[in-house]
């Protein structure tokens, strides 16, 4: 019996593992999905992937208690096997085997290319994937990344108080989430992200958008924005009210330094991305900063590197200067070279 959206999530599987993943004739293919998100993304991708002549395993599993290491103690043995024993894995997972310790397994190997999804539903597939004008968000990200790691200088402000400064490093790269045709990590299609030169982050940081640390830090959207003091790339203050409160207790209970360290900075243009609370898809609303902290994935290059976990926030209607020069206005592209693309990818 047909269920809402099985044409559109058919077409949106497909766009998966031939555009995204590329997924050739023989090659293994295992997705991985928990087992609170949508069954129905993870079956629709397994056929395709069957379709074009994939080797698919679908590993359905128990929920983790939180993100990155934190999952490592109740992952299945055979599930900490598999990921590292295939050609593509595509992660539905809600809460993330990224950054756990099988993934830095698999991500290491030279073999396995993994397209992170984690949490997307039905919906969300249908909307931040199907409905994408691929050629039109191609061109558009690749000349943001082309601007922005020409620049050395950077400052990023939005209405709700954040003004961070910082400098890049110019041999780190800016990773460019479009595809996944290469061994290890891979993204959801509409963020670019790279790791500043962390002693030269300084400033303030106001997540308005919504929070996400796995587990009991998961606040989805924020009914109160959350003020991070940030000197030097370490996290020195947080401020705020409940949530902030939550933020603080939760990093305290874990008794890790190292998840005070500023890990990573992204921008996201996904057309389709709505603020639902869901950190794979609000790290992608057109517009928005997302500031990372705690482990560094290993693709940033970056200086910090390990921690017990991670922890995303969303910056709404960002401005952004490179080297002194607006090209974003509270999320609105404005520089010419800009902004013609941003409206061929329907903004």
Sequence with gaps: ??????????????????????VKPGESVLITVD?????????????????????????????PEGYGKLADPGLPDALKAAVSATDAWIEFNNQWLLYSSPWEVAMANGRTRNLFLGGLDTDRVVRCIGKINMVAQVAFQNKVVAMTKHAKKMRITNPAGTDISFENHPDRPVTNELTAETPGPHFLIGQIGWAPIEESINGVIVFDGSFSGGGEADLGVLAHPIRLVVEKGVIVDIQGQAEAKAVKN???????SRMYNVAHVCYGFNPGSQLTGLCTEDERVWGSTEWGFGYQGPMFEGAFRDAASHADGICLNSSVWLDGELIMEEGKLVHPALSELAKACGK
């Design 35 to 63: 087992s609170i998100n949508d069954w129905r993304v993870a079956e629709e991708t397994a056929k395709a992937a069957e379709a074009l002549g994939g080797k698919v395993m679908v590993a359905w599993h128990s929920t």
């Design 1 to 22: 019996m047909p269920i809402g959206k099985d044409l559109e999530l058919a077409r949106a599987a497909y766009i998966i593992v031939r555009d995204m993943i590329k």
């Design 250 to 256: 939760w990093l305290e209970k874990l008794g890790d």
